[in-house]
């Protein structure tokens, strides 16, 4: 018989508690943005767009902390709900920028109270929110630099 091991259990796993966090998260997220036609990732390019419209798609793919191949799946599926247009560069045509439609300007105006839907299922202040939020992005980014 093994000893116990406190470490190893599920309940002392930080991995966990941000795994299991993430999936509340998203859960919230899901009749928010239904509302918008969105899915959370979707929803997280439109984020990106609404503040950098003309992006590139490798600068999306840097900030969003993914593959640019598994964004152009769902690139094409914002065009395709004319949310976005993709163009090649003038300067280099293997780079792809994208630029927001007027629709997807619109449904910018349409997302503004899914912040304060979050904050309210929370439970939480919105200070202790933004401290949450500041440690994870430092965590975030230790666990970035030791790659």
Same mark, same amino acid.
């Given at each position: !018989?093994?000893?116990?091991?406190s470490e190893? =259990?599920l309940?002392?796993?930080l991995?966990?508690? @941000?795994?299991?966090t %993430?999936? !509340?998260?998203?859960?919230v997220y899901k009749?928010?943005l239904k509302?918008?036609g +969105? #899915?959370y990732?979707q929803?997280l390019a !439109? +984020?990106? +767009?609404?503040?950098?419209d003309?992006?590139t798609?490798g600068? !999306?793919?840097? /900030? @969003?902390l993914?593959?640019?191949?598994?964004l152009?799946?769902?690139?094409?599926? @914002?065009e395709a709900?004319?949310? $976005?247009?993709?163009? /090649?560069s003038?300067q280099?045509?293997?780079?792809v920028e994208l630029? $927001?439609?007027d629709k997807?300007?619109?449904l910018? =105006?349409?997302?503004?109270h899914i912040? %304060?839907?979050?904050?309210?299922?929370?439970?939480? %202040?919105?200070?202790?929110? #933004?401290? +949450?939020k =500041?440690? @994870?992005?430092r $965590? /975030?980014?230790?666990?970035?630099?030791?790659?």
């Amino acid at each position: !018989m093994q000893p116990s091991c406190s470490e190893l =259990e599920l309940d002392q796993q930080l991995c966990f508690a @941000l795994y299991s966090t %993430s999936l !509340m998260m998203t859960k919230v997220y899901k009749p928010l943005l239904k509302e918008l036609g +969105l #899915t959370y990732p979707q929803y997280l390019a !439109m +984020l990106v +767009l609404w503040q950098n419209d003309g992006i590139t798609v490798g600068a !999306m793919s840097k /900030r @969003l902390l993914t593959d640019p191949g598994s964004l152009t799946p769902l690139l094409k599926r @914002l065009e395709a709900d004319q949310l $976005l247009n993709r163009k /090649r560069s003038h300067q280099d045509e293997r780079v792809v920028e994208l630029y $927001l439609t007027d629709k997807g300007k619109a449904l910018r =105006e349409q997302a503004y109270h899914i912040p %304060s839907c979050v904050v309210h299922a929370s439970e939480q %202040s919105i200070e202790a929110l #933004t401290t +949450l939020k =500041e440690d @994870l992005v430092r $965590l /975030r980014d230790s666990l970035q630099k030791s790659q």
